[in-house]
């Protein structure tokens, strides 16, 4: 995650897309990930809205251009907060 979405997640919001710099893995829709800070810690855990190849495709873009790009729109957030637990 880029510094802004760790400051998101910090302040209690979800995790979008746009502050989304890498998904590495394989992971479907539901999966609980972990949320790793640009210093290399986890900063939060959480259940994918998203698989890890739709989430590959999303990650940097504006929620408003999920559907354009995916061609469906399952939710406009990669982790909602209601599904999210922060660490540290």
Do not use: M, Q, W
């Amino acid at each position: 995650l880029d510094a802004g979405a760790v400051d998101a997640l910090k302040a209690g919001k979800s995790l979008l897309p746009v502050g989304v710099v890498a998904v590495e893995g394989e992971f479907e829709r539901g999966a609980a990930v972990a949320c790793i800070g640009p210093d290399g810690r986890e900063v939060a855990r959480g259940l994918a809205n998203y698989g890890s190849g739709d989430a590959r495709r999303i990650a940097r873009k504006a929620t408003a251009d999920i559907e354009a790009i995916l061609g469906y729109i399952d939710e406009p957030e990669i982790i909602h907060r209601d599904n999210l637990i922060r660490l540290g």
